[in-house]
């Protein structure tokens, strides 16, 4: 007789898969991937994201600090909230396949740009927090370790924010910010891409592509900063 799996018993093997934990409470595990806007649940991520954010910051934090023996508190500051911010979740998310385990209304459905990637870091942060609410903090630093300290390793992971570094940069050297402007704009509503362009006086400008208008300005002002030497090419 072919018996097929309970749909339970095929989330919990899929999320073992990612996070090495084999849950063993149900309730727990579908309140950690549950959005505010599904119907027929009163409970959502919310709180446990709260928890997560805070374990996940403990276990990064001690990575950070262990591997960078030498490095001053601003390098650590910089490589830790590199590591813990909504891209580098969302990042995660996507890599473990955890997007599409997500419970949420018709109306975020199509959701894209910063929402989209609001929601799935909010969702791996909740997902952390209930791994250590049943397993532990050593079963939480297990699933953070096996995603984030590879990433840890990665030498831009003590860079700041492009667009940070090149509002300081030009205002260093010509006392004005940086103009960022939308040049195009294709693709659907729920998976757009953007170009954008970005113009500092007296220099050439530069353009950028990403799937939200963030992103294409992060990528504008990366080709600036490598262009001009302030960053490396081998640091991307």
């Not at 998310?93 to 740009?113: K, P, Q, W, Y």
């Not at 050297?173 to 998976?191: F, L, S």
Request: proline share 4%.
């Amino acid at each position: 007789m072919n018996l097929k799996p309970k749909p339970d018993d095929v989330l919990v093997c899929k999320v073992e898969a990612f996070t090495g934990h084999a849950f063993q409470d149900l309730d727990l595990l579908r309140l950690a991937l549950t959005h505010a806007s599904a119907k027929g649940g009163e409970g959502n991520y919310q709180r446990l994201e709260f928890l997560g954010d805070r374990v996940l910051g403990l276990v990064v934090a001690q990575m950070v600090f262990e591997a960078n023996r030498n490095a001053p508190e601003g390098e650590l500051s910089l490589r830790l909230n590199a590591l813990v911010n909504a891209e580098t979740l969302a990042d995660v998310a996507d890599e473990v396949g955890l997007s599409d385990l997500i419970v949420v209304g018709n109306e975020l459905r199509t959701v894209a740009g910063r929402k989209r990637i609001n929601l799935r870091a909010d969702v791996m942060e909740a997902l952390i927090a209930a791994v250590y609410l049943e397993g532990g903090l050593e079963a939480a630093r297990s699933f953070i370790s096996r995603y984030w300290e590879k990433r840890s390793r990665v030498p831009t992971a003590a860079r700041r924010d492009p667009k940070t570094e090149l509002q300081e940069w030009a205002h260093q050297m010509t006392k004005t910010a940086p103009v960022y402007v939308v040049e195009r704009r294709a693709g659907p509503d729920h998976d757009p891409v953007f170009d954008v362009s970005v113009a500092i006086a007296g220099y050439e400008p530069a353009t950028g592509t990403g799937r939200s208008k963030r992103e294409a300005e992060q990528a504008a002002a990366t080709t600036v900063l490598i262009r001009e030497g302030v960053w490396k090419e081998e640091s991307r």
